[in-house]
């Protein structure tokens, strides 16, 4: 049965505000999960919002750590797919934001116009109140959703979706009847370019940390006056010794041994990838979009595409010791922490990663040092550009009049492998028509007006509409 | 004309609730000069104590930055000395304060009795108190303080006295007029040993910063998403590289070229000293303080003691970038700071310092790393054992029943330079007979009752009394 998109298209564009009220509400609800704040209330909040549109069986299936929203919206149709959502957030701590970040205020940004400012924006509560928006436009005009959609909503994307694998066993019978996984995102880039990204790196996040008491030396419960230092031990001064160890002195190569043993190199396909990708690349955009004047030993094109896909890392996300307040405070620290993480490319996997880092730092000396794993990691993870997924999101941004650039990968993570790789081996997609940025940073957004560079909220829902349709008929 | 020292003695005995309420009422009142909160109140509260005590000449002398409380006390003797005091603290932020450190609270603690546990109770709100008591003691009998006495309190000791010296050269022709200054302390250790330093090390104070602005390398204005290392420098593990290169491996030595150049051994004085010193001296105690397991290199004794006093350091204080609350953040930090003391032993000068940290950063090719000077930094100060002040506190503990262990200096530093060295030259002693601990950590604290291992309060007071008849003898 074919779906009359212009019925649907027309709702739409008639339900802007109800729509856009949809996404307000949802970065209104905090769901900080590094902090646990407001998560079970936004899970039930997503839950709602999963009964609304018809989902009989919309329930929190409860894990080891927060609720998997789990629904399912049974269309009496022929494929079925996983719709994947996280519905945790980032934490506000940054400083820079020019609103309050949790007020799901709407701001005027040029040169894109009215633009939701809010953490979660983009990261992802703004597509997820625009899937939902757009599911419920089909149904709203007396249309059918030409899917079965499974949805899953995690609320541990930001702590690695440490438990994300407990669902996936418990509804493993349920998972395993899909024929592909969707993830609805908003891919446009500044200027409006469409990007498709057919996977992501792994990643193994950690902490390293050094205190007087796990060392033998230096001040073991509180930090002391910094007179001291002549004759006592400094856990920070030490730490800076170990840090150094990992890399070169730009930071940039990773020294510990057989960090690179796995690495392959880029495939055939994603080598014809590349060089697409290439013509159309535009790095001034992404530098401009981070503010940074250049990247990794100023280099360009095609050679800051490897190194940005082909790279892995290691990174410090934070470091803190002693006094950090303004002013003087003469301190000896009793305790030093670095949050580091290290992100995987083909084919390094996550349970390499802490032994090579432990067996570094012993090799070093550096035995006093404690890893405190944060999270489990996750692989990386690839779908073909010949899935009929991928085909599927292709032909729709062609239909919609985009010619998307597509990349291989992401140098980001998300947990895409455990759909994606063994043992449900699903093919992974993501897309959309429409543009944010910022994600873990301040002033997230979310492009909500049309007539900019880029789509706006009704742009963003129509192409999901598009995207479900085509799904239905390719895979 | 002799004091009757017994009825001062009496009407301190009888004056403890009264006494311990002044103490209580510094302590109350906030001056946290790294933050600038509440100092000036607290500048005002003293000139109202000195006032009160019948300084007919109180008041605040402005500087570019806290005014100093200037007071004097025309007691028509024949020697006048310079009391100096600070009326700033340390802040309060750090963790592990059992009551809160701005109510003045009297807590029981074991071995010593009822203790004054906040903010300035020993560094050095305590002292002030106590000795404003002692003084209005001898006039509340009837009695004449037997030295004409300069105050000078300062309100950023804990800023490095970054504007004292204003204040010295405007009051250069009073201040020239003293014969000595005496910094009233409290100096038992745990056990009830008497402690008299002649002397302190020298510091400067300041921050190395990079960011990627300065850098022209990695993001700029914000942490951006944590994937991007793979193609944007990072500022937090380039300064890890700098941090490194100045000190072994063992965070000890340090290995800026010329650092130790100016370092002469003790002097004869200072061997003498450290002789009789070595025989009394309990490292454990100050182990247990500090709650330390070992010292550097496990050394005890008089090789604790040589490293202690006549090493120069190089310390970090505090260190901080990118995401530093709980659980995980994947951000690339555009800024990393780190708070760093040097510590200077005879020879060494403030004015050396940095430049000699600029050419070690330049020369391991770390240009961009910037070098904010916080505070003006001062030299270190030694007054000798001969000189009559230092006699006079050494008689003063004799009379009081205690062999005082004499220290030639103190790891810790203070601004004694400015009176003890160019251009007033003038002779620098502190003593007094109380304990209290924890200067810059949390629950830091004043002894007040009597009858545990060291003196309260009371005793206290007693020996400022007696400190001021010894000197009105001496000098």
Aim: glycine share 8%.
């Amino acid at each position: 049965m074919l779906m009359d998109k212009k019925k649907v298209f027309e709702y739409i564009e008639s339900s802007f505000d109800k729509h856009l009220n949809r996404l307000q509400e949802l970065v209104r609800q905090p769901s900080i999960s590094a902090e646990n704040r407001g998560v079970r209330e936004c899970a039930e909040l997503v839950k709602r919002h999963l009964q609304d549109l018809g989902c009989d069986d919309a329930r929190l299936v409860e894990t080891s750590g927060n609720p998997v929203v789990y629904g399912f919206y049974d269309a009496g149709a022929a494929k079925t797919i996983i719709v994947y959502f996280m519905y945790d957030t980032q934490p506000v701590d940054e400083p820079g934001w020019t609103v309050p970040p949790l007020d799901g205020r709407v701001v005027d940004m040029k040169p894109f116009g009215k633009c939701l400012v809010a953490r979660g924006a983009i990261n992802t509560k703004g597509e997820l109140g625009a899937f939902l928006n757009a599911c419920e436009s089909i149904t709203a005009v007396g249309e059918e959703i030409p899917l079965n959609l499974m949805f899953v909503a995690e609320g541990e994307e930001e702590l690695g979706s440490r438990h994300l694998p407990e669902f996936i066993k418990k509804y493993m019978d349920k998972l395993k009847e899909a024929d592909a996984v969707f993830f609805p995102t908003a891919d446009q880039d500044q200027k409006g370019k469409v990007q498709m990204a057919l996977g992501v790196k792994g990643i193994v996040y950690f902490e390293l940390e050094l205190d007087g008491k796990g060392w033998g030396y230096g001040p073991t419960e509180f930090d002391v006056h910094g007179s001291n230092k002549a004759w006592v031990d400094s856990p920070a001064l030490r730490m800076t010794q170990a840090l150094s160890t990992f890399t070169t002195k730009d930071g940039n190569k990773v020294l510990v041994d057989g960090f690179y043993d796995n690495v392959i190199p880029p495939s055939k396909e994603d080598l014809e990838l590349l060089e697409k990708l290439e013509k159309t690349f535009d790095e001034e955009i992404i530098k401009d979009e981070m503010k940074v004047e250049r990247f990794i030993d100023d280099v360009h094109g095609k050679e800051a595409l490897l190194k940005y896909l082909y790279s892995p890392t290691l990174n410090i996300d934070g470091i803190w010791s002693g006094y950090i307040g303004p002013g003087t405070k003469t301190v000896l620290p009793y305790k030093i922490t670095a949050k580091v993480d290290v992100r995987l490319v083909p084919n390094m996997t996550v349970k390499e990663v802490i032994p090579k880092i432990r067996r570094h730092l012993d090799k070093y000396g550096f035995k006093e040092i404690k890893i405190v794993e944060l999270e489990e990691g996750y692989d990386w993870a690839k779908t073909s550009i010949r899935e009929s997924a991928a085909q599927a999101i292709v032909k729709t941004y062609h239909e919609l009049g985009y010619e998307p650039e597509i990349w291989p990968h992401m140098a980001g993570s998300a947990p895409f492998c455990m759909f994606n790789r063994k043992p449900l081996n699903l093919p992974f997609v993501e897309g959309g028509v429409g543009h944010g940025a910022r994600a873990h940073a301040p002033n997230e957004y979310i492009v909500v007006e049309e007539g900019g560079p880029t789509g706006g909220l009704i742009t963003l829902e129509k192409s999901y509409v598009a995207i479900l349709d085509n799904l239905s008929k390719m895979l």
